[in-house]
């Protein structure tokens, strides 16, 4: 509704890249999505369509008079060769190019601290700012493994609805490896919890597949077919 292009980027990538993955790995399944989804898919942009229509312009409006889009993706992945420049190997320190900072210092009477003679928006540039070279590719490495991680728990797990639930965080983090984290507590929150989360299902299938073996000895235990059984 504010013509945020962002958000809509998102949706899209999330779901081209799941329905994607799907068709290579479980093309049945995604056969069968696709049969469940397009009914109500075409329902809701009819209806939007014709209910949203001033929303559906203003944000076409943003997106075809604004050419900044590339330009501000390109910049924001140049940003920490471009500021490396500033502190070559070191950096101004954490949370020194975060939004509270000036706040904070007013409330709390502390000094100015060294000035940061750019100007920074994207949380990669920030990132580089504040920590360093080393600092920052520690910070993305770690993240890149934890999505490593996530996709080797995709791929280890059977259970239809827990691979999805894997897919699903694993997928959020790839698209958003250079969205705001650190500077977006909501969303911070979030990645931590999904994440760790995801790591739990391994143990959850085993879990349900443990009880599943019980419940199934126990049938056939009291079967009134099978020699031994208490029926017999």
Do not use: C
């Given at each position: 509704?504010?013509?945020?292009?962002?958000?809509?980027?998102?949706?899209?990538?999330?779901?081209?890249?799941?329905?994607?993955?799907?068709?290579?790995?479980?093309?049945?399944?995604?056969?069968?999505?696709?049969?469940?989804?397009?009914?109500?898919?075409?329902?809701?942009?009819?209806?939007?369509?014709?209910?949203?229509?001033?929303?559906i312009?203003?944000?076409?409006?943003?997106?075809t008079?604004?050419?900044?889009?590339?330009?501000?993706?390109?910049?924001?992945?140049?940003?920490?060769?471009?500021?490396?420049?500033?502190?070559?190997?070191?950096?101004?320190?954490?949370?020194?190019?975060?939004?509270?900072?000036?706040?904070?210092?007013?409330?709390?009477?502390?000094?100015?601290?060294?000035?940061?003679?750019?100007?920074?928006?994207?949380?990669?540039?920030?990132?580089?700012?504040?920590?360093?070279?080393?600092?920052?590719?520690?910070?993305?490495?770690?993240?890149?493994?934890?999505?490593?991680?996530?996709?080797?728990?995709?791929?280890?797990?059977?259970?239809?609805?827990?691979?999805?639930?894997?897919?699903?965080?694993?997928?959020?983090?790839?698209?958003?490896?250079?969205?705001?984290?650190?500077?977006?507590?909501?969303?911070?929150?979030?990645?931590?919890?999904?994440?760790?989360?995801?790591?739990?299902l391994?143990?959850?299938?085993?879990?349900?597949?443990?009880?599943?073996?019980?419940?199934?000895?126990?049938?056939?235990?009291?079967?009134?077919?099978l020699?031994?059984?208490?029926?017999?």
């Open positions: 509704m504010t013509g945020a292009r962002g958000l809509v980027i998102f949706e899209i990538l999330f779901l081209l890249s799941y329905l994607g993955i799907k068709i290579f790995t479980q093309p049945q399944v995604a056969l069968r999505l696709f049969k469940q989804f397009l009914p109500p898919t075409i329902i809701a942009v009819t209806v939007a369509t014709l209910w949203f229509q001033p929303a312009d203003a944000f076409w409006l943003r997106t008079s604004n050419q900044d889009l590339s330009s501000r993706v390109v910049s924001s992945l140049a940003e920490p060769f471009q500021f490396a420049a500033y502190k070559e190997l070191d950096g101004y320190g954490p949370g020194s190019t975060h939004q509270a900072v000036p706040s904070l210092r007013r409330a709390f009477d502390l000094p100015t601290g060294e000035s940061i003679p750019t100007s920074y928006e994207g949380e990669v540039g920030r990132i580089a700012l504040e920590l360093g070279p080393f600092g920052f590719l520690l910070w993305y490495g770690l993240r890149l493994s934890i999505l490593w991680a996530l996709w080797r728990v995709f791929g280890r797990l059977k259970s239809p609805l827990l691979r999805d639930l894997a897919l699903a965080a694993f997928l959020i983090q790839a698209i958003q490896i250079t969205g705001p984290l650190v500077f977006h507590h909501t969303f911070s929150v979030y990645y931590w919890f999904f994440s760790s989360f995801v790591f739990l391994p143990r959850l299938e085993r879990l349900e597949n443990r009880h599943h073996a019980e419940q199934l000895m126990i049938y056939h235990a009291s079967s009134p077919y020699p031994g059984s208490s029926h017999q």
